[in-house]
Protein backbone atom coordinates (compact mmCIF):
# COMPACT_ATOMS: atom_id res chain seq x y z
CA UNK A 1 0.00 0.00 0.00
CA UNK A 2 1.04 3.71 -0.95
CA UNK A 3 0.30 7.14 1.22
CA UNK A 4 0.89 10.49 0.30
CA UNK A 5 0.93 12.70 3.30
CA UNK A 6 0.37 16.24 2.41
CA UNK A 7 1.20 19.33 4.73
CA UNK A 8 1.54 22.77 4.40
CA UNK A 9 -1.87 24.35 3.97
CA UNK A 10 -3.34 26.95 5.80
CA UNK A 11 -4.59 30.68 5.52
CA UNK A 12 -2.46 33.17 4.34
CA UNK A 13 -2.85 36.44 2.77
CA UNK A 14 -2.72 38.31 -0.58
CA UNK A 15 0.90 38.45 -1.66
CA UNK A 16 2.34 35.60 1.39
CA UNK A 17 3.51 32.65 0.80
CA UNK A 18 3.01 29.22 1.55
CA UNK A 19 5.39 25.80 1.25
CA UNK A 20 3.28 22.31 0.76
CA UNK A 21 4.56 18.85 1.54
CA UNK A 22 3.90 15.84 0.06
CA UNK A 23 5.54 12.54 1.38
CA UNK A 24 5.18 9.05 -0.90
CA UNK A 25 5.27 6.52 2.08
CA UNK A 26 4.59 2.92 1.81
CA UNK A 27 6.34 -0.31 -0.92
CA UNK A 28 7.77 2.45 -3.08
CA UNK A 29 10.09 0.53 -5.47
CA UNK A 30 10.40 3.29 -8.13
CA UNK A 31 8.57 7.00 -8.28
CA UNK A 32 8.11 8.37 -11.43
CA UNK A 33 6.91 12.13 -12.07
CA UNK A 34 5.36 13.83 -9.01
CA UNK A 35 3.03 16.88 -9.11
CA UNK A 36 0.42 19.23 -7.28
CA UNK A 37 -2.76 19.69 -8.68
CA UNK A 38 -5.33 22.29 -7.74
CA UNK A 39 -9.53 22.65 -7.29
CA UNK A 40 -11.07 25.58 -6.71
CA UNK A 41 -15.05 25.65 -5.42
CA UNK A 42 -17.10 25.40 -8.70
CA UNK A 43 -14.37 24.30 -10.83
CA UNK A 44 -12.49 21.60 -12.47
CA UNK A 45 -9.14 20.04 -10.78
CA UNK A 46 -6.51 21.41 -12.68
CA UNK A 47 -2.44 20.83 -12.89
CA UNK A 48 -0.59 23.29 -11.13
CA UNK A 49 3.48 21.91 -11.40
CA UNK A 50 4.92 18.86 -12.14
CA UNK A 51 8.73 17.04 -11.58
CA UNK A 52 10.10 14.25 -13.27
CA UNK A 53 12.54 11.90 -11.95
CA UNK A 54 15.11 13.69 -13.60
CA UNK A 55 13.91 16.93 -12.34
CA UNK A 56 12.16 18.36 -15.10
CA UNK A 57 9.46 21.16 -14.32
CA UNK A 58 6.11 22.18 -15.77
CA UNK A 59 4.10 24.57 -14.68
CA UNK A 60 0.79 26.04 -15.12
CA UNK A 61 0.82 29.47 -16.93
CA UNK A 62 -1.17 30.86 -14.16
CA UNK A 63 1.72 30.31 -11.68
CA UNK A 64 4.90 30.30 -13.62
CA UNK A 65 7.80 32.56 -11.66
CA UNK A 66 5.88 32.00 -8.46
CA UNK A 67 5.26 28.92 -7.44
CA UNK A 68 8.19 26.70 -7.27
CA UNK A 69 8.20 22.66 -7.27
CA UNK A 70 11.36 20.79 -6.05
CA UNK A 71 11.55 17.03 -4.66
CA UNK A 72 13.70 14.89 -2.51
CA UNK A 73 14.31 11.49 -4.33
CA UNK A 74 15.98 10.19 -1.23
CA UNK A 75 12.99 10.99 0.69
CA UNK A 76 10.14 10.47 -1.24
CA UNK A 77 8.95 14.37 -0.90
CA UNK A 78 7.78 16.34 -3.28
CA UNK A 79 7.45 20.52 -2.40
CA UNK A 80 5.46 23.28 -3.51
CA UNK A 81 6.79 26.58 -2.48
CA UNK A 82 4.15 29.27 -3.51
CA UNK A 83 4.79 32.88 -3.05
CA UNK A 84 3.11 36.11 -4.32
CA UNK A 85 -0.19 34.27 -3.49
CA UNK A 86 -2.92 35.87 -4.99
CA UNK A 87 -7.07 35.06 -4.27
CA UNK A 88 -7.33 33.02 -7.35
CA UNK A 89 -4.93 30.58 -5.88
CA UNK A 90 -7.54 29.31 -3.06
CA UNK A 91 -8.05 25.88 -3.92
CA UNK A 92 -7.84 22.06 -2.48
CA UNK A 93 -4.31 21.43 -4.02
CA UNK A 94 -4.00 17.65 -3.90
CA UNK A 95 -0.60 15.85 -4.47
CA UNK A 96 0.08 13.28 -6.87
CA UNK A 97 2.67 10.90 -8.01
CA UNK A 98 3.12 8.35 -10.91
CA UNK A 99 5.13 5.07 -8.76
CA UNK A 100 5.53 1.32 -8.74
CA UNK A 101 5.79 -0.77 -5.71
CA UNK A 102 7.58 -3.90 -4.95
CA UNK A 103 3.82 -5.74 -5.56
CA UNK A 104 2.20 -3.97 -8.25
CA UNK A 105 2.64 -1.93 -11.77
CA UNK A 106 2.95 1.26 -12.22
CA UNK A 107 0.10 3.76 -11.27
CA UNK A 108 -1.08 6.93 -9.81
CA UNK A 109 -2.08 8.17 -6.44
CA UNK A 110 -3.40 10.95 -5.43
CA UNK A 111 -3.13 12.53 -1.82
CA UNK A 112 -5.84 13.38 0.52
CA UNK A 113 -5.62 17.51 -0.37
CA UNK A 114 -5.20 20.31 1.83
CA UNK A 115 -6.72 23.98 1.70
CA UNK A 116 -5.16 26.60 0.73
CA UNK A 117 -6.77 29.86 1.38
CA UNK A 118 -5.77 33.31 0.43
CA UNK A 119 -7.71 35.98 1.83
CA UNK A 120 -7.43 39.56 3.52
Known amino acids: QVQLVESGGGLVQPGGSLRLSCAAV????????MGWHRQAPGKQRELVAA???????NYADSVKGRFTISRDNAKNTVFLQMNSLKPEDTAVYYC??????????????WGQGTQVTVSS
Open 96 to 109: NTNLQTFFSGRRDY
Open 26 to 33: GNIFTIYA
Open 51 to 57: ITSAGST
